[in-house]
């Protein structure tokens, strides 16, 4: 039985995400793929589940979906945000 998701070991998005500016003009990727981070967040966004993704794409393992989510969480963690001075 695995341990609850809040006693996981943080996943390491970096081992499967990466980029290349020959594949998709460098847009982040699913390593040794051209599915890109955002397709498969978009995905995920529109509803589909782990398994209709990964049917989709049979070469795709459920660590590389939740590599996607890791990259997501850790872009929205350095994100700042500042706000403007309106006139």
Do not use: N
Not at 22 to 35: C, N, Q
């Amino acid at each position: 039985m695995s341990a609850p998701l809040c006693y996981r070991e943080t996943m390491t998005w970096q081992d499967r995400i990466g980029t290349d500016p020959e594949v998709l003009a460098g847009k982040p990727v699913i390593k040794g793929t051209r599915l890109s981070v955002e397709q498969v967040l978009d995905h995920l966004a529109a509803g589909w589940t782990e398994q209709e993704i990964l049917a989709s794409y049979p070469t795709l393992q459920p660590d590389d979906i939740r590599s996607c989510l890791a990259y997501a969480r850790d872009l929205v963690r350095e994100e700042r945000l500042f706000p403007l001075k309106t006139a």
